[in-house]
């Protein structure tokens, strides 16, 4: 069984940066494939960004590539977005999970604002 907490969200202004944190707990998390999901009000979950149980591969939504950096500490049991030149549009609840995610993972999320 793993535990999700995220952490880090805020209001910044458009252009500004932001870096998420996700902890977990729990013995699987290093064999797992991690994810950082969002929500903005009024609409679906979406997928953010993705990476590789070691940490090697990752892969991101067309709508943050080139903005946003997902990495992962396994000694930590912790995964990280930073997030940078950030857009009104990214405005949401984000939410750590398995990279394909697993319904009972789903935590509180942190919400970020960003001002225009």
């Known amino acids: 069984q793993v535990q999700l907490e995220e952490s880090g ?7 500004g940066s932001l ?4 902890a977990a707990s729990g013995r699987t998390f290093s064999s797992a494939a991690m ?3 969002r929500q903005a009000p009024g609409k679906d979950r ?7 149980r070691s940490g090697g591969s990752t892969d991101y939504a067309d ?4 903005r946003f950096t997902i990495s992962r500490d396994n000694a930590k ?3 990280y977005l930073q997030m940078n030149s ?4 990214d405005t949401a609840i ?8 697993a319904p009972a993972y789903w935590g509180q999320g942190t919400r970020v604002t960003v001002s225009s």
């Open 77 to 79: 049991k912790s995964v």
């Open 35 to 37: 994810g950082w999901f």
């Open 46 to 52: 979406e997928f953010v960004a993705g990476i590789g």
């Open 19 to 22: 870096r998420l944190s996700c």
């Open 86 to 89: 950030l857009k009104p549009e």
């Open 63 to 66: 709508s943050v590539k080139g």
């Open 9 to 15: 969200g805020g209001l910044v202004q458009a252009g």
């Open 94 to 101: 984000y939410y750590c999970n398995r990279r394909v995610p």
